[in-house]
């Protein structure tokens, strides 16, 4: 039998080792944040923006960042159908009222003027998901949040290391969400990160990420409002930090490993693969293959042959909207459609030319 392929897997090495240690060696008492504070500085500094919070997850970083903004019962939210849970559980938990919309059926994400259609006058915000690493058309949707006064928020789990306009993904909301999962372009384990440059909003997301206590407040145990606790811890900061050193390389691979999986498929195949929107560069995490529709294939057959050859393949997400949870929305055509004959690929750093190649020659043989 052939080795098992893992869709993602991490890429630890002995420089994260090392900070690890020194975390839990050293990182107690009053160095109890010392890996969070130097984590939080060098995140901004990456991404280019003024502040950051290290949370325990993107999705805890997304609770906070709404509830900075004020969302709450009697408001809509606006976002991609095509989406992870995460990022509708916290407009749900918040009391607001999620508006799935279409995506585009080039880039897979938010369709801008899908979103125009949407918008009511309860509507506060739009979440634009840069899913699978490709873009979404930022330009398009910040004129139509300028235009509208909506909140502009970016969800780049899937997205760090993505240009628009030559500038990092998640500089252009009033606030992103990045996600350290042990999937994703880079790893604390579990972690995230809320990204802005917008001092009070920082201000108030700031307190409530601190069990609601403001950072001025000289009284010890002292809270102002109910917040949360969704702090990273010191060890995974650690963590953090030595992969932040290897950020580029990491982001480099992803894109060698998308580029490798385009040249032996696209085309040849009937495939379609990611693409971003015009002026960006894209952050290619996740390398997606979408079989066109007179192939004829389904998703299910595709995940079947993979795991034939023991390949852990992943089915692209389901349309939130058909889960149970929600009411569908089957007018959101591409949702509905291109997960039911797309497939994510494996593309974790250290995967050889002989796997990727080996994943081809099973798409191949579908043909
Ligand atoms: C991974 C992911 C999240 C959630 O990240 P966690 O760190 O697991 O909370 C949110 N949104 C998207 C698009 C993701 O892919």
Redesign the pocket.
Known sequence: MNDFIPYAKPSITVLEREYVNDAMKSGWGKNCYSYIDKFEENFSQYIGSKFCIATS????AMTIGLHALGIGAGDEVILADT??I??VAPIVNLGAKPIFVDIDPITWCIDAKSVISAITDKTKAVVA?HLYGNICDLEQLKNLCDKYSLFLIE?A??ALGGFYNKKHVGTMGVFSVF???GT?TMTTG???ALITSDENFYDEALTLSNHGRNINETKQFWPSKIGYKFKMSNIQAALGCAQLIRVNSLVKRKREILDFYKNELQEILHIKMNQSSKNSEMASWMPVAVFKKEVGISREIILANLKKSNIDGRVFFFPLSSLDLFEAVPENRFSYDIPTRAINLPSFHDISKAQMSRVCDVLRSLM
Do not use: P, R, Y
């Open positions: 997850s993107c999705t805890g989406n992870w995460a990022t998901t969800d789990a899937e996600s350290f999962h994703k579990e972690g995230g």
